[in-house]
């Protein structure tokens, strides 16, 4: 019920124009990044993690980096992901903490959640701590399964 109201809450938000100060930004090491443009307050709403959902058997060889776990079912032909290749939002240009080093998770100011919206799962990404103007956003990719290679990441 709460999860039903915080994104309605969030959604009426949106509608107004209210949205949190987020900007696309190109790094040559990165790649796309998003970085605050403003103040963010520790759990702010930023996004949810839009696109395509579909079964990861479907999608494991279609090389997109972008692909987010949605529900992971004790069977694991009936694992749902999220695909923002063909149609997705500001969610897919937020980087990853290096999990392989002790300076990765000091970095992280984003977490990913997973809400109950009327039976439906949906994936919203949110700050976890206050985020500085100019501050890039990194979240953990590898929340459970280290299934997300971040070795090489800055
Ligand atoms: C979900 S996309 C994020 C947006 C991406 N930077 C882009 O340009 O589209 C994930 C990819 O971004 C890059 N990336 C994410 N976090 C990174 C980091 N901390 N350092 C370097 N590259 C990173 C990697 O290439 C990764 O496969």
Do not use: W
Not at 77 to 96: E, H, M, T, W, Y
Not at 99 to 110: A, L, R
Not at 123 to 139: F, P, T, W
């Amino acid at each position: 019920k709460e999860d039903k109201e915080t994104i309605e809450f969030c959604r009426s938000m949106l509608k107004r124009g209210e949205c949190p100060p987020l900007l696309v930004v190109f790094d040559s090491h990165e790649g796309f990044t998003v970085q605050a443009d403003a103040y963010i307050k520790d759990l702010t709403f930023l996004t949810e993690y839009a696109g395509d959902v579909d079964y990861l058997k479907n999608r494991e060889n279609d090389g997109c980096d972008s692909i987010m776990t949605l529900l992971s079912p004790a069977d694991p032909s009936q694992k749902l992901v999220i695909c923002p290749d063909k149609r997705g939002n500001i969610a897919r240009f937020i980087n990853g903490i290096n999990n392989h080093t002790p300076d990765g998770k000091k970095k992280q100011n984003v977490k990913c959640v997973r809400y109950d919206i009327d039976g439906e799962c949906h994936v919203l990404l949110v700050a976890c701590r206050d985020i500085a103007r100019g501050e890039k956003l990194y979240y953990d990719y590898n929340g459970h399964e280290y299934a997300y290679p971040t070795h090489h990441f800055v």
